[in-house]
Every structure is written in structure tokens, then in C-alpha cells.
């Protein structure tokens, strides 16, 4: 199928750009703040149903976008319980949708982290008289790297997400032809089936470059730390 001219519009593709990155960027600081004291709360704590815990956390990671969306809907939707506070095709329910949906992944492997770091280290910080809070802190700055993975990896899950925030946030171009609620991901699903395919190209191209700036974070920590058996050396 032949591509089809389109005066390249830069104010909207920017637009498009600001909402996908307010809305992840917000979202993603919400949910590390949420997410690491939980993962060392539940990797220092002993308790009965632990495992238990760490299983859902573990099956959050895989939780279909999808039914995310339509959850928060219900949620938000004027007959629901938080229908009042009208949410719906905002900005905010897109950041509540990739909360639940970064919260997960960024629990998940900020726990494996924490609790991947050697037995000698927190026995060494006890030694050395710390207290339980010096071997915490001890220990998250072992697992510094894992953490800024999970961080990561909970950003490229909302960056990239599609179904959950355009159920809850309508890809609506607002007035002036900016969005008000359309992101990348989503904006490249309409213009691909409107068959402005430049378009389409150009914002796959922006969501590629995001996705590889993130990844290069991650591969130069990798390359500045050695990661061995769980933990930092």
C-alpha cells in the first residue's frame, strides 16, 4: 500500500511526545516511590506468607494490560467507586493505569535485588556493630544497580503501554491539534490505521529513540559496576 503525503505537523508529534513522557515519567516516580520501600520491608521482614506475597507481586508482573485498563475504569467510571473525583479520559487515569501497571515489575525486581545480595554483607555490617537500619541501608546500596533496573524496566513498561491508557485516557487530541491524551503508543495505532504512515514511522521512530536512551542507562551502569551473585563487587 502506497504511503500517503502528509504535511509533517512538529506541534503535535511534540505534544504527543510531552503527554507520553508526563504521563510515564509521573507515573514511574509514584510507583519507586511505593515500590522499593515495599520490596525492603518484605525482603528484610520474616513473616508467615511471605512466599504468598511474592507470588502476586511475581504474577502482577504478567497482568494483562488490558483487564489493568478496564479495572481502573470501573474504577473511575461515574458508577464506581472513585466516580466522583471524574478521572476518566485524563491525564491522571492514565498515570493511575501505568501506576498499577510499572508497580509491579519495579516490586518484583527490587525484592530479587535486595534479597540476591550475599549473606557476608549483612553479616559483616552487623559486625561491624550497625544497626538493623545501617544494614538495610548497607544492603540497598549493594543492590543500588538491581534497583535502578527495576526502575527502568518499570519505565519501559509504561512508556510502551497501549491497551490500559487507551482505555482509560480516550487518545483525545484536544483543541489547537495538541493531544490532551494521546501518547505515543496509541497515537501511532490510529495514524497507522488512517493510513498516514510518515506519521506513524516519525513517532515509532521518537518511541524507539526513548526506549534506546533507557536501555543505554542500563548498559552504562552495567559497565561501570560488576554484578556478581546477586550483589556489587
Known amino acids: 500500500m502506497p504511503f500517503v503525503a502528509f504535511p509533517f505537523e512538529p506541534r503535535y508529534v511534540l505534544s504527543i511526545v510531552f503527554v507520553s513522557l508526563y504521563v510515564s515519567v509521573t507515573a514511574v516516580v509514584l510507583s519507586t516511590l511505593a515500590s522499593v520501600p515495599l520490596a525492603i520491608a518484605v525482603g528484610f521482614a520474616d513473616f508467615r506468607g511471605k512466599r504468598l506475597v511474592t507470588s502476586i507481586i511475581n504474577t502482577g508482573m504478567g497482568f494483562p494490560s488490558v483487564v489493568v485498563g478496564l479495572l481502573v475504569l470501573v474504577t473511575l467510571s461515574n458508577s464506581g467507586p472513585l466516580g466522583h473525583l471524574e478521572l476518566v479520559f485524563t491525564k491522571k487515569a492514565m498515570i493511575i493505569s501505568q501506576f498499577v501497571l510499572a508497580t509491579p515489575p ?73 493531544s490532551k491524551t494521546r501518547t505515543l503508543t496509541t497515537a501511532i495505532r490510529l495514524e497507522a490505521r488512517q493510513g ?23 548498559v552504562r551502569l552495567g559497565d561501570s559496576k560488576t554484578w556478581t551473585g546477586g550483589g556489587l563487587r
Open 196 to 218: 498516514r504512515y510518515e506519521l506513524a514511522l516519525v513517532l515509532g521512530a521518537v518511541l524507539v529513540a526513548v526506549v534506546l536512551a533507557v536501555n543505554a542507562v542500563v
Open 106 to 178: 519495579i516490586t518484583g525486581i527490587t525484592l530479587a535485588a535486595v534479597t540476591g545480595v550475599r549473606e557476608d554483607v549483612r553479616d559483616a555490617a552487623f559486625a561491624l556493630g550497625g544497626t538493623r537500619t545501617d544494614v538495610a541501608l548497607t544492603v540497598v546500596k549493594q543492590a543500588r544497580y538491581g534497583i535502578a533496573t527495576a526502575v527502568l524496566a518499570g519505565f519501559g513498561r509504561a512508556i510502551s503501554e497501549v491497551g490500559s491508557v487507551l482505555i482509560v485516557g480516550g487518545n483525545i487530541a484536544g483543541a489547537g491539534g495538541v
